[in-house]
């Protein structure tokens, strides 16, 4: 009886792609299901540069936190007071949160925030 050989390394490629796509797909839904504040991400030279929508969330409500390489934002969208009847909401109230990772290590004692027009502007030096 002979054997017969097989390649695998096909196999494992197209693995590969399949994993990347569906983590793509996964983490366009994190940053779209309207909790989940989108980020956009900003390289300045000396510091990197984030960008975070969160409309309609007060300064109090907003939290942020770097550890190592990684950004926490998170807050609370305040719920809609029950004396009022929704007719339409598109924006979902409640706490959330985002993790982003930044390409490298940064003074987070020098990092500053500012909140500008429900934008959430992180600048964190690098180190």
Do not use: C, W
Not at 1 to 9: D, I, V
Not at 23 to 34: F, P, V
């Amino acid at each position: 009886m002979e054997l017969e050989k097989f390649g695998t390394s096909g196999a494992i490629t197209e693995l590969l792609s399949i994993r990347d796509d569906v983590d793509r797909i996964t983490n366009l839904h994190l940053a779209s299901d309207g909790l989940t504040p989108k980020v956009d991400i900003f390289d300045t030279g000396d510091a990197y540069q984030l960008m975070v929508e969160v409309p309609g969330v007060s300064q109090e409500n907003l939290e942020v936190a770097v550890q190592g390489t990684s950004v926490i934002v998170a807050g609370l969208r305040e719920p809609v007071d029950d004396s009022v009847k929704i007719i339409n909401m598109e924006r979902p109230r409640g706490h959330f949160q985002r993790t982003v990772q930044l390409p490298g290590e940064v003074e987070r004692e020098r990092t500053t925030a500012h909140l500008q027009e429900g934008v959430l502007v992180l600048t964190l030096p690098k180190t």
